[in-house]
């Protein structure tokens, strides 16, 4: 009896051991360094399935643990200290598509991986990885005249100092030195600044590769920071839009249609954000149906019906989300912004959450629906 | 007898502990964050005396040391932990003005100081801090008319990649649709990259201001990165120029000439380096001496007469360094190559050394005398 008890035991244990040594045989050792390494560096790598390797060298450490790992599951990747002294560990399961931040956490402190490129977010630099995706093509570096990515720092007497944008400007720009554009103004999510947009979304490269393509006609993209009011962790409920809504639309519109070859007006505008970039764009392109007449809220929420004092002047209100978002939302959203007569496209990233390669679509997405007249 | 013996010796032993203690006495408690600190971030900081404070938090550490220290003194800056689980430091002495990269080993691994930002330095993304210094104004972000910092993407068939580079265009380039401007090539040392010279160097703001000052006139510069061959560390006496000359001379200058407004001519032409950046100028504006008219060699070497084959091609050769480096034959290196009638300027940087301090005068000393007639 005891021994069957003791086998019946064994066997339960057993369950989850075979399991778990079944998912790491089924690793395929075609590991490659991400693309985001720094020049010259092996670790991070990833593999064809998704799955992330690290290895860290700290060989007097106690500890050093990675924050990526299988979402939904606490504590990341711990990594396993090897005789030459270095930490190695691979992700218990593959990582979604696409772009994604984490850091280590070494003997309690919080570090970057020195592999790894940093990306601004959550409110510092974070180190970056880059996972495959199926669709990869669309964001590439791609053989393809290339735009550019200019930096202005502009005057903001509201905020008493220059402030940095970046501005996209499509391959054509400098070939003519008299045809005008229409302009996205394209916010980022909280924690993150004006360099989130081409540095993780690869904005100007899907530019790039539209515009290449035939698929849309070119505009330019403008990027500042919209965190003004220096939300702090947790601050998010306190924000206000005020102080960005006034450099907006006082400051940086007005500079922009001054020294940029831009079509200055509301039927060649248009606002869009992420995430916290998208509660931004809801007021102020509500607060302000003058300035813009496509509205895009990715992963940023969602207008109602009575929002729009004046159908007349929007052109189309685009929103989207990853389908491991509220995508229900979204979709049932558009549907009744549309019943009420206003041009709204919803879209759903399939297999993404809140993270950068569901916007990376979801720019693609609304690049193709904008300035059509 | 013993006891003077003994009296001696903690005489002679404590005047080296008298002098550390009134070093220390001596530190004024006026620490504030340093200016490439990451928003919101407290540590580091500096004084008005150039000390330098740390805090990192890593409660389990062993050991945490910074590399920044006084120069000379190995083993940099070694941290105490406190009783919360933060480890403090200030360094032992003032540190020289300026821009200084460095990073943390903690408990034997190379991590950088999550409260600042990093810049790309020893072919590694590098924590960097800035110690005030009392000319600061010239490359400060002031309240005058700002130029651009354009990042583009140029073909390259000869490294079969698209490659990136930097063009800083000065404030009225986007007020006149026809103007034309003469064009400064110019290259980040070894381990650097085209970011350099603007991120560490702040090229485009000293730009700035010495136009805003009616000191100079427009001009572009252009950077890219000159490590086309991979240099790895202590691999610069291989380094071969060919792959970067066969960029810049048939790739880069080409690209810029048909894509900017520039006086595409090699008298509204130059190139200048620091250190590496130096070699590759010398080497190529000697290779190419229709390329370029004023060479400007940074820490970087010099010329000599002999070097010369036609000195009607030659407008201007500026050498410089810091005090600290061999300053003694950039002077008498200029007097040969003046005497030999050739239009030579030197200048050294006082007390600084091979460091961006130097480059940043240097810099602003050199576009003095760029483009002159």
Same mark, same amino acid.
């Given at each position: ?47 064809? $399935? ?29 990594? @396993?200290?090897? /005789? ?23 003997? &309690?402190?919080?570090?970057?991986? %020195? ?10 630099? /974070?180190?970056?990885? /880059? ?15 290339? &735009? ?45 600044? /004006? ?47 005020? %102080? ?21 007006? $509301? ?13 931004? @764009? ?18 940023? &929420? ?72």
């Amino acid at each position: 009896m005891k021994k069957i008890k003791i086998l019946l035991i064994c066997a339960i244990l057993s369950v989850p051991l075979c399991l778990a040594q079944t998912k790491q045989q089924s690793i395929i050792e075609d590991f490659k360094p991400s693309t985001l390494n720094q020049p010259g560096q092996e670790f991070p790598k990833v593999n064809s $399935q998704g799955y992330a390797r690290f290895r860290i060298t700290a060989p007097d450490a106690k500890s050093v643990v990675v924050t990526l790992g299988v979402p939904g599951v606490r504590g990341g990747t711990s990594l @396993t200290k090897s /005789e030459d002294g270095s930490w190695t560990g691979t992700t218990a399961g593959p990582q979604e598509e696409g772009f994604h931040y984490y850091h280590l956490t070494i003997d &309690g402190g919080i570090f970057n991986d %020195p592999g790894t490129l940093n990306f601004y977010g959550s409110t510092r630099w /974070e180190s970056g990885i /880059e996972i495959p995706a199926h669709d990869q093509d669309f964001y590439a570096l791609n053989d393809v005249p290339h &735009g550019r990515v200019q930096q202005i720092l502009f005057p903001s007497k509201s905020t008493k100092i220059s402030r940095r944008a970046f501005v996209y400007t499509p391959p054509d720009y400098d070939k003519s030195r008299s045809k005008r554009y229409p302009v996205l103004y394209l916010q980022h999510g909280w924690g993150e600044d /004006e360099t989130a947009w081409t540095n993780q979304g690869r904005a100007n490269l899907i530019m790039d590769n539209l515009i290449a393509e035939g698929k849309i006609k070119p505009f330019l993209i403008v990027m500042t920071y919209g965190m003004t009011n220096d939300v702090k962790i947790g601050g998010l409920r306190n924000f206000d839009i005020t %102080p960005f809504q006034t450099l907006m639309t006082d400051e940086l519109i007005p500079y922009v249609d001054a020294n940029f070859r831009t079509i200055p007006n $509301q039927s060649h505008r248009a606002m869009a954000g992420l995430s916290m970039g998208g509660m931004e @764009t809801k007021t102020i392109t509500l607060a302000m149906p003058n300035l813009f007449s496509y509205y895009g809220l990715l992963s940023g &929420g969602t207008y109602t019906p009575e929002d729009i004092k004046d159908k007349s002047k929007v052109k189309l209100i685009f929103l989207s989300c990853g389908s491991f978002e509220n995508a229900g939302s979204i979709r049932n959203t558009a549907v009744k912004l549309k019943e009420a007569g206003i041009n709204t496209v919803s879209y759903v990233s399939e297999n993404t959450r809140h993270e950068f390669q569901t916007w990376r679509r979801s720019l693609y997405e609304l690049a193709l629906l904008l300035f059509k007249d």
